[in-house]
Each structure stands twice: as C-alpha cells, then as structure tokens.
T-cell receptor, first 113, second 112 residues
C-alpha cells in the first residue's frame, strides 16, 4: 500500500491564483481530513469527510473548498490565494471503527506571494 | 473533545528514557488519549493510544493516571531519531468524525 499520497510537494502561487491540492489514499478508509500547519504551530483542521459525498468544516475552513466524489480522493481547492494561506498542508485518513489512528500524507508546502 | 496541556520543550540524553507529560484534566469517561509525533516537516505519525489502562507497543509506553487527568508517554531508550514534536490529543471515537485538536505539542530534543 502507498498509504496517503499528496501532490504537489511544493508550490508557489501568486495572490489571487487558484489551485487544487490532491490527496489520495489506498487503504479504503472512510474518513479523510485536511490540516494546515503554520511555522512552529500545531495542526489546524480545515475540512473533513466521513465518506464519499459527505464533507464538513473544521476549525479554519474559510478560503478553502473540498469535494469527495470517491472513497480514495479528497482534493482541497484554494480559489483566491492569499498570503495568509502560506502553510504546509497535510492530508490524513482513518478507518471507521474503534481506533482514531490517523495516517498522514507527506504534506504540500504552499507559498503565496 | 477535552483540551490538553503539554510543556513546549524538553531535552533528553541519548540512551536514556524520555518521559513526556500531558495534562487533560477535563477528559470524559469515553475519551481516549492518543499520542502522535512529527519528525521535522514530515506528516505526523501515530505512536500509541489508551483509555485507562497502561499501554505498551514497540515504540513507546503510555501511562495514564488512575483519575485519567494526566498521562505520560515514555520512550524507554531515546535515540537521536526520536527528536520530534510530540502531540497528545484526547478524543471520543466513533461519535465525531474528525475534530482532533493537535495543539502545539512538546518539542523533544535528544542530545548525544
């Protein structure tokens, strides 16, 4: 299993540009998450999904959108990039069940200039 | 989900045990304690979790006090590769999909 994969690894955007961060997992997990991590800080939940077609907001959803059309994929969309969105973005997944063990991807480092 | 409090940083000598504390005084009876770590810019990695009994796996041991208001993660023989940020979180499983609050964690530095 590849686990959780994210693309791209790095990206530089200009203010106002849009992009989609890709996340794919091959573990057939129902639950998927997007977090952002600012320098020296902990992770903040952006959006999450409990299954295909179902998404919900986390702590910091403003400026982002998500969709979940398949179990495997959970893309994160930035519509109008702002410098405040400069961060490292992590995608994670977990299976439904008694354990909350989350499996994280390697992250996407985004810089908005 | 209950909030946790961790010291911002700790040092440990290589080969010695690293004991990382976590306070979760408002923990509910059905909330588990989870530990993750993040090694420099990588995605966080699950370490261990428990409800009220002490737990041990190949990576670490988790000691939870009898009143469950605090816990300690123990790395029995710390190595330089254990230098990382360690996060303690508490959450109820199965009733809420994903609102784990990671906080800022403890930066553990293992020194030679």
């Amino acid at each position: 299993n590849a686990g959780v994969t994210q693309t791209p690894k790095f990206r530089i955007l200009k203010i106002g540009q849009s992009m989609t961060l890709q996340c794919t997992q091959d573990m057939n997990h129902n639950y998927m998450y997007w977090y952002r991590q600012d320098p020296g800080m902990g992770l903040k939940l952006i959006y999450y999904s409990v299954g295909a077609g179902i998404t919900d907001k986390g702590e910091v959803p403003n400026g982002y959108n998500v969709s979940r059309s398949t179990t495997e994929d959970f893309p994160l969309r930035l519509e109008l990039a702002a410098p405040s969105q400069t961060s490292v973005y992590f995608c994670a997944s977990r299976e439904q069940g008694a354990s909350d063990t989350q499996y994280f991807g390697p992250g996407t480092r985004l810089t908005v200039l | 989900d209950a909030k946790t409090t961790q010291p911002p940083s700790m040092d440990c000598a290589e080969g010695r045990a690293a004991n990382l504390p976590c306070n979760h005084s408002t923990i509910s009876g059905n909330e588990y304690v989870y530990w993750y770590r993040q090694i420099h810019s990588q995605g966080p990695q699950y370490i261990i979790h428990g409800l009220k009994n002490n737990e041990t796996n190949e990576m670490a041991s988790l000691i939870i006090t009898e009143d469950r208001k605090s816990s300690t993660l123990i790395l029995p023989h710390a190595t330089l590769r254990d230098t990382a940020v360690y996060y303690c979180i508490v959450r109820t499983v199965n009733t809420n999909a994903g609102k784990s609050t990671f906080g800022d964690g403890t930066t553990l530095t293992v020194k030679p």
